[in-house]
């Protein structure tokens, strides 16, 4: 079985530029995640996807973040404009059920310049 | 107060000894509690899941879960080489099924 996969690896951008980062989860888990890392600090959630629909987005930052996830499958995070701050690892994790286990993909480094 | 919180050593163990790893969390009423292990430029890999009271044991590996004193904690039986990872507490709470993840503590296993 396929683990959680994210795109790109590693993305470097300018400030004031968008990015878009994607996630596949695992074939058929209905609730998707987002986290993030920033250097030195824990990792924080973001939002939770079930299905298609925002469960969860207390975690987002501020409208400069935009997750969608259409027909409830794959999802993207697009940061527009990004800011200096917004440099870190952003992780993706999904599961079967709600309060179940929790399986990241292999993260995101985003590094703003 | 942070909700999660864990030495962040590093915690240096010789290799074959135990390693014990605790977590204190601040939310009473939590409901699931995991352990992630991290290798460095990797991604957390799931590798406890505690949900009650008492002791879990997964192989080398045994979480230990105290609601009342909001305390869990992962031994490591046998350390390895191959355990020198960071590894982070994660919690979620009633009806949130985000994680809230400690700081995380960096272990080194001694040949």
């Known amino acids: 079985e396929a683990g959680v996969t994210q795109f790109p690896s590693h993305s470097v951008i300018e400030k004031g530029q968008t990015v878009t980062l994607r996630c596949d989860p695992i074939s058929g888990h209905d609730n998707l995640y987002w986290y993030r890392r920033v250097m030195g600090k824990e990792i924080k959630f973001l939002l939770h996807?079930?299905?298609?629909?925002?469960?969860?987005e207390s975690g987002m930052p501020n409208n400069r973040f935009l997750a969608e996830r259409t027909g409830g499958t794959y999802s993207t995070l697009k940061v527009q404009p990004a800011e200096l701050e917004d440099s870190g690892v952003y992780f993706c994790a999904s599961s079967q059920g709600q309060g179940t286990e929790q399986y990241f993909g292999p993260g995101t480094r985003l590094t703003v310049t | 107060q942070k909700e999660v919180e864990q030495n962040s050593g590093p915690l240096s163990v010789p290799e074959g000894a135990i390693a014990s790893l605790n977590c204190t969390y601040s939310d009473r009423v939590s409901q699931s509690f995991f352990w992630y292990r991290q290798y460095s430029g990797k991604s957390p890999e799931l590798i406890m899941s505690?949900?009650?009271?008492g002791d879990k044991e997964d192989g080398r590996f045994t979480a230990q879960l105290n609601k009342a004193s909001q305390y869990v904690s992962l031994l490591i039986r046998d350390s390895q080489p191959s355990d020198s990872a960071t590894y982070l507490c994660a919690v979620s709470g009633q009806g949130a099924q985000k994680l809230v993840f400690g700081q995380g503590t960096r272990l080194t296993i001694n040949p």
């Open positions: 505690i949900y009650s009271n």
């Open positions: 996807f079930v299905k298609e629909s925002k469960q969860d």
